[in-house]
C-alpha cells in the first residue's frame, strides 16, 4: 500500500483555511495541506500558546492566533482540531467573526454530538460540514503530526440535513487533495460503527492496562518486564491522550454503552467456554476473527502488523 501523497493541486481548494487546534490532527492537515497546495493560506489558532510557539518555528502555517474569532475573520474554510469537548466553545467564540458562507468543519471522533453543540451555535449563513479522518496515532501535539497520515485512509463526512452540496463537495476533495478516501455517512450512524471500531478497543486497552497497573507490586515489574505481544501493543493504545478520550466517551455515551453491553455478552460466552473445556467453542471462535483480520489485510486497510503509528523517514519535517 503506497503512503506517498500525489502530484499537488494546480489550483488551491480554499483561498484561506483556518485550523483550530494544532495538535496531532491539526498540524498533519496543516502539512498535508501545504504539501498539496490545497489552500493559498492557512491560519492557526490554538487556545495554547505554547503549541502555537511550536506550529510556528514548524512554520506549518501562514499566521498563529490565540484569539480564535480573529483567526477565523477571512477564512473560507474553518476546521475544529480540539478535543470534541471544546467544540461548542469554539463555535461561539468564532460565531460573530464567520465570513458570509464560511465552511465550518471538524475532525471529531463523535459525530452527533458535535453536531448538536455547533449548529444551534453558528450563524444560519455557516456551512457545517463535520468530518472525521479515521487515521492518527496515540501521541499528541504539533511535533507528532505527519503530512501523510491521511494517505488511502479514510474520512468521513457527516453532513447534517440539507446541508449544503457545494460545500460537501469542497470539503470532499480537501480531503482527496491530501490522499484520504471519502465516504459520506449519516453521523448516528457513524458513532455505533466507530463505538465498536475504535472507541470500546480504546476503551478496553486502558481498562487492561489498568487492571495490570494495579496488581501487586512485584506481579507489576513481572508485567512490565514481560510486557510482550498482546500486552504491549495495549499499552500503545492506553498511552492516547487523555483529555481527546475523555471527550470521546462523554459525547459518544449512548453508542458506547450500546457496543460495550453487547461485548460485555460475548465476554460471558467466552468465559463459559472456558469454565466448561469448550475447546471446539473456542476454536470456532478464534477461526471467525482470524477470516476478519484477513479480510481487512486483503483489502489493503492494513499491513500484517499494527500500523496507524508509521511514519514515512522525512514525515518529520513540516510541509513546506
Ligand atoms: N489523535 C488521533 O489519533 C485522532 C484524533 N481525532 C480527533 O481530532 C481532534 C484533535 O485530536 P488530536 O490532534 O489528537 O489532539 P491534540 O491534543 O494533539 O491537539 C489538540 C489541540 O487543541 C488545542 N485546544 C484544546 N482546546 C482548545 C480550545 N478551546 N480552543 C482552541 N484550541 C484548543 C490544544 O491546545 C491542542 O493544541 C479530537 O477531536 C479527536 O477526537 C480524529 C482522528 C484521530
Ligand atoms: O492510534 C490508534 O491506533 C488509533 O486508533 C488512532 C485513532 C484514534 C482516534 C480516531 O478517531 C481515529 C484513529
Known sequence: MS??????????????????????????????????????????A???????????????GDAFTTDLAEGVRNADCVILCAPVGANAAIGRAIAPALKLGA???????????????????????????????????????????????????WSILTPPEGADAAAVAQVRRLWEAIGANVEVMEAAHHDLVLAITSHVPHLIAY??????ADLEDVTRSEVMKFS??????????????????RDVFLHNKDAVLEMLGRFSEDLTALQRMIRRGDGDGLFALFTRTRGIRLG???????????????????????GR
Not at 17 to 37: E, P, T
Not at 207 to 212: C, D, K, L, P, Q
Not at 235 to 240: G, K, Y
Request: net charge negative; hydrophobic share 45%.
Open 228 to 245: 510482550a505481544g498482546g500486552f504491549r501493543d495495549f499499552t500503545r493504545i492506553a498511552a492516547s491522550d487523555p483529555t481527546m478520550w
Open 296 to 318: 481487512i489485510v486483503a483489502q489493503g486497510q492494513e499491513t500484517a502488523a499494527p500500523d496507524f503509528g508509521r511514519r514515512v523517514p522525512d514525515d518529520g519535517k513540516a
Open 103 to 153: 465552511i465550518v468543519s471538524d475532525v471529531g471522533s463523535v459525530k452527533a454530538d458535535v453536531i448538536a453543540a455547533l449548529q444551534p451555535v453558528l450563524p444560519d449563513h455557516a456551512r457545517l460540514v463535520p468530518a472525521h479522518p479515521v487515521a492518527g496515532t496515540e501521541q499528541s501535539g504539533p511535533d507528532a503530526g505527519f503530512a501523510t497520515l491521511f494517505v488511502n485512509r
Open 46 to 60: 490554538d487556545a495554547s500558546e505554547e503549541a502555537l510557539g511550536r506550529a510556528e518555528a514548524l512554520g506549518l
Open 3 to 44: 503512503e506517498r501523497l500525489g502530484p499537488p493541486l494546480d489550483e488551491p481548494v480554499f483561498d484561506e483555511l483556518a485550523i483550530i487546534g494544532i495538535g496531532l490532527i491539526g498540524s498533519s492537515l496543516a502539512r498535508a495541506i501545504r504539501r498539496q497546495n490545497a489552500a493559498r493560506r492557512i491560519v492557526v
Open 207 to 212: 481498562n487492561i492496562v489498568g487492571t495490570a
